[in-house]
């Protein structure tokens, strides 16, 4: 008889890592810590780990050594054992010594904030070299202040053994480490400049080609990538999670009467948006800065809809945007009731109500967006010579064509035309509107 003896089966799929969330409710009615706690629930399952509990404790202020009190500190150790957390996640940014101290005192489970947190979703989700080049600066910009003397592993190359290896010797381990960070981040700043210099010519050639440019801005997963698609058809990854695009995405955006703009998708905003992501992110978000109208695209189902208004406000503020045309759009008003969209339109009287998954309002969208299009527009009759064929492509791409008929000397358009391109129209103006 022959014994078959079977292997154990084991799973190469690492274990999914178990997280505790800290909150301190400072009595912020705009955000509440439950509110806030929910949203680092998500991010934290966005980044594929699994929330067991959260802690939370009302402070006016962060307690300076530890964020929050020393007996909450025991109370999340404790917790840290009983239901064996591997991280232990802050709803806000520690400094540096909150974060080596709760080291100290919770000992068994990494201890981050939500900043890194952030930072790891970013990592996760960077598809593009800028992208992830972008990353890697906020990463290092992050790591330097937070050097303690225990990031060997950026120092484990540095030096060869023999001549010359004991230059520098006398330098603290801490001192090499930041040396190196430092160094890194200037070489990545010298990549970035490069990636940067290639997107600002693409950007410069779209403002010398006069296209009214619109940018969709909004709180993360209010729906932008999933409107560019309606509009435009583009296709672009659009997932139900935090933060699942981050490059972004320009498409060309033709209106019923023929005008083309150009679309762009942008990184979405959050509370608490880390600084050195803002910075880092400069160039993709240079997109908004540029452009002539923002689409401000707000999830109408949100619970803090409001907060993540004014949240995405104060970053269009923080990076030079605000003073830009905005329409108000909110998204998903498929999932609410005709009593909740009376309330939303007595509220916001001047906004836009749509479903980039249904198409419901996308009609009445693409009119608003004409009309501001339009708005600085000069209506001119005028009449192309047939051998003037790429200003008649001129007139179908750029401007608006009210009428168009032919005649033997050319073709006869009345035309709405952008400010930009008079000057090319004005040769061939009709004398009863020359006036």
């Known amino acids: ?71 909450k500190v025991k109370e999340v150790a404790t917790a840290v054992q009983t239901l064996s957390v591997d991280v232990v996640i802050f709803d806000d940014e520690l400094t540096p010594s909150q974060q080596s101290n709760l080291e100290k005192e ?21 598809t593009s070299r800028e992208g992830r080049l972008q990353v890697r600066l906020a990463q290092s910009q992050y790591l330097l202040p937070r050097l303690r003397g225990m990031w060997s592993h950026l ?43 290639e997107r600002d010519i693409q950007r410069k050639a779209r403002l010398s080609s006069g296209i009214y440019k619109v940018a ?3 709180y993360t997963n209010a729906g932008k990538s999933s409107l560019l698609n309606a509009l435009t058809d583009a296709q672009v990854l659009a997932y139900d999670k935090l933060f699942a695009t981050l490059d972004s995405t320009t498409r060309r955006f033709v209106l019923p009467e023929g005008r083309e703009l150009a679309l762009s998708d942008t990184v979405g905003f959050i509370q608490k948006l880390p600084t050195t992501l803002i910075e880092a992110f400069k160039s993709t978000l240079d997109e908004i800065v540029n452009a002539n109208l923002i689409l401000h695209l707000v999830d109408a189902t949100a619970q803090q809809r409001e907060a993540q ?23 998903k008003v498929d999932e609410l009731s005709a009593g909740e969209k009376e309330v939303l339109i007595g509220r916001y009287p001047q906004a836009m109500l749509i479903s980039a998954l249904t198409r419901e309002g996308i009609p009445t969208l693409i009119n608003r967006i004409e009309l501001a299009a339009n708005a600085d527009s000069r209506v001119m009759n005028v009449c192309l010579p047939f051998s003037q064929g790429a200003l008649v492509g001129l007139a179908h791409e750029r401007c608006s064509v009210l009428s168009e008929s032919f005649t033997e000397e050319g073709t ?24």
């Open 216 to 218: 969709i801005a909004g």
């Open 309 to 331: 208004m004014l949240a995405v406000t104060e970053v269009l503020e923080q990076i030079g945007a605000h003073h830009i045309p905005q329409l108000l759009v909110f998204n």
């Open 155 to 197: 120092a484990s190359n540095r030096m060869g053994g023999g001549v010359g290896s004991r230059f520098g010797e006398g330098e603290s381990q801490l001192e090499v480490d930041r040396r190196i960070v430092r160094k890194r981040i200037g070489q990545i700043n010298q990549e970035l400049r490069k990636v940067q210099d």
């Open 412 to 435: 006869v358009m009345q035309l709405s035309v952008p400010q930009v391109y008079v000057s090319r129209f004005l040769p061939y103006q009709l004398a009863q509107d020359s006036a």
């Open 106 to 126: 919770i000992k068994g489970a990494k201890i981050i904030d939500r900043t890194a947190l952030i930072l790891d979703i970013f990592a996760l989700h960077a």
């Open 1 to 71: 008889m022959i014994f078959i003896v079977k292997e154990p089966m084991y799973s190469t799929e690492k274990p999914t890592e178990r997280a505790l969330l800290v909150g301190i409710d400072r009595g912020d009615a705009e955000w509440p810590v439950e509110e806030s706690l929910a949203e680092l629930q998500r991010l934290v399952e966005t980044d594929g780990a699994e929330v067991v509990g959260s802690v939370s404790q009302r402070l006016k202020r962060a307690n300076a050594r530890t964020f929050i009190g020393s007996g």
